[in-house]
């Protein structure tokens, strides 16, 4: 019986491209690389926003103070943030409002350009290049077959006016990946993962409560099998159901796929669940990060000493 193909997909070519195998050929997959060679490593990230002057010209001279300069305005959100991320770990970043922690995942999605610093991928060119310095193009290709973003709104993840499959179809023909058949399988499997009823997967996002719409987004940051997911504020806003749900559901994908993934919350309660190790943000700086048991059982910073504290 012949499958559907949804109605934004009618018109694309289906001539022969390697087949699904092939989807993550461009990006060596997190289980084939050495375990001790970080798969991310971000060194001395710095976002600033406004015109800056000499006064800032230093984003932690000021230290934990401010990241306000008192005399041009501008905002430090991201101060000189330097770590690593291995394959298939899972690196919690914590923080208030306006911490930077948001912003620093931006920058590494290239969302937003970051001020200053480098960012090595270990399965792009060997991790030899910064990949701030690459061209639009070639962050391109990075955003389609190195990472996957989730976002807070899914509104900026997901074309609300596409079929769910049709979101994932996008995704795989931004990777030069053309053939129906193959995508219509590709979207079903993906869907089928994350739970979304088959029966459903020409239906809209808009027509889905929020829980479904980011397991949408995380099928769709999925479908060229990126060995880097990042995701920001993921449950904020869920009923707190929904959130057990959607965390249950990013712990088994981790487990399955070995996806290695940097998760962004305001939540502790998220980041014991998930994470291995955790950093701290304050004012677009690290004040900590360890392991996240250490972090939550025996926390050195008085910042950290005040997050751990309100989560009891």
């Not at 061209?135 to 709104?153: D, L, P």
């Not at 796929?257 to 305001?266: E, R, T």
Request: aromatic residues 6%; hydrophobic residues 40%; negative net charge.
């Amino acid at each position: 019986m012949e499958s559907y193909v949804p109605e934004e997909l009618a018109g694309a070519n289906e001539a022969a491209v390697p087949d699904e195998a092939s989807t993550d050929s461009a990006a060596v997959s997190a289980s084939d690389i050495d375990v001790e060679i970080p798969l991310l490593q971000v060194r001395g990230l710095s976002q600033r926003f406004g015109p800056g002057c000499a006064y800032c010209a230093e984003p932690t001279i000021r230290g934990e103070e401010s990241n306000r300069c008192p005399r041009c305005g501008s905002i430090w959100a991201c101060r000189s943030l330097s770590f690593e991320l291995y394959p298939g770990e899972i690196l919690g970043v914590v923080g208030e409002s306006g911490s930077g922690k948001s912003t620093m995942v931006k920058c590494l999605y290239f969302d937003e350009q970051a001020s200053a610093g480098s960012m090595t991928v270990s399965s792009y060119e060997n991790g030899s290049v910064n990949l701030f310095t690459r061209s639009a193009q070639q962050k391109r290709y990075i955003r389609n077959h190195v990472m996957g973003m989730v976002y807070q709104n899914p509104y900026l993840g997901l074309r609300m006016n596409f079929s769910s499959s049709g979101n994932i179809a996008e995704k795989l023909i931004a990777a030069d990946h053309f053939h129906v058949g193959r995508i219509r399988e590709r979207a079903a499997d993906l869907l089928g993962k994350v739970e979304i009823p088959l029966s459903r997967m020409d239906e809209p996002p808009r027509n889905f409560s929020g829980g479904m719409q980011q397991r949408v987004q995380i099928s769709k940051a999925l479908a060229n099998n990126p060995p880097l997911l990042l995701l920001d504020e993921v449950t904020t806003g869920l009923d707190l159901s929904v959130q057990a749900k959607v965390l249950d559901l990013i712990r088994s994908i981790q487990r399955e796929l070995n996806v290695a993934m940097i998760v962004v919350s305001h939540d502790l309660g998220v980041i014991r669940m998930l994470a291995n190790r955790t950093m701290v943000l304050r004012q677009g700086l690290i004040v900590e990060q360890g392991l996240t048991d250490q972090i939550l059982e025996d926390p050195q910073h008085p910042y950290t000493q005040l997050l751990v504290h309100s989560l009891l």
